[in-house]
């Protein structure tokens, strides 16, 4: 079955950017999808398709896909911005799936 | 507005069963695909089942496989998972979220909370 690695933690101070990797095999060939989860709530999709943004999202989030890393990058850091990041993609390499990274907690310090 | 809101969840021993049901509006609930996400205590994600817009494509993950049974009735706007012999290790909040296309799962409920103890 297909892994998504992402590291455990990474933090920022607020206005400074975050980076949250996430690495697969090969998964520049795939789309990735982001997702935002603050203590108690449901995630928040962030980022689509790599890339694009929905509706309501500041454009301090951006996300990038090549190789095998895609990266989610907050900018300008703020206190809000918080909580557990998920990355995401379909895999069809056996029975299809959708697979979540393990999750990376993002602090503002 | 467009939501999702799951129910059904509860305290179950192990070995018991459990259905949930997701119920949509604010939007036309057939033409979505739908999956059920759960989150253990203190864990990360994990997809357990999807369901097409059309009901004929049906997916699970490995560890639910054979347990638990999705449908959904388009009709009623209705979304169901059915869960049988449960183990401890089923321990979650349960998620159910709709798929945009293209994209990820853009709408998602609150969760249920399904305990399985003895």
């Known amino acids: 079955s297909y892994v998504l690695t992402q590291p455990p933690s990474v933090s920022a101070a607020p206005g400074q950017t975050a980076m949250i990797t996430c690495g697969g095999d090969?998964?520049?060939?795939?789309?990735v999808h982001w997702y935002q989860q603050k203590p108690g709530q449901a995630p928040v999709l962030v980022v689509y398709?790599?890339?694009d943004r929905p509706s309501g999202i500041p454009d301090r989030f951006s996300g990038t896909n090549s190789g095998n890393t895609a990266t989610l990058t907050i900018s300008r850091v703020e206190a809000g911005d918080e909580g557990d990041y998920y990355c995401q993609v379909w895999d069809t390499s056996d029975d299809p799936s959708w697979v979540f990274g393990g999750g990376t907690k993002v602090t503002v310090l | 507005d467009v939501q999702l809101v799951e129910s059904g969840g509860g305290l179950v021993q192990p070995g018991g069963s459990l259905r949930l049901s997701c119920i949509s509006s604010g939007f036309t609930f057939s033409d979505y695909e739908l999956n059920w996400v759960r989150q253990a205590p203190g864990k990360g994600l994990e997809w357990i089942s999807y369901?097409?817009?059309?009901?004929?494509?049906?997916y699970y993950a490995d560890s639910v496989k054979g347990r638990f049974t999705i449908s959904r009735d388009n009709a009623k706007h209705s979304l169901v998972l059915q869960l049988n012999s449960l183990t401890v290790e089923d321990t979650a909040v349960y998620y159910c979220?709709?798929?945009?296309?293209?994209?990820?799962?853009?709408?998602w409920g609150r969760g249920t909370m399904v305990t399985v103890s003895s």
């Open positions: 369901i097409g817009s059309a009901e004929h494509m049906i």
């Open positions: 398709d790599d890339t």
């Open positions: 090969r998964i520049g060939r795939k789309s």
């Open positions: 979220a709709r798929r945009s296309f293209p994209g990820g799962f853009d709408v």
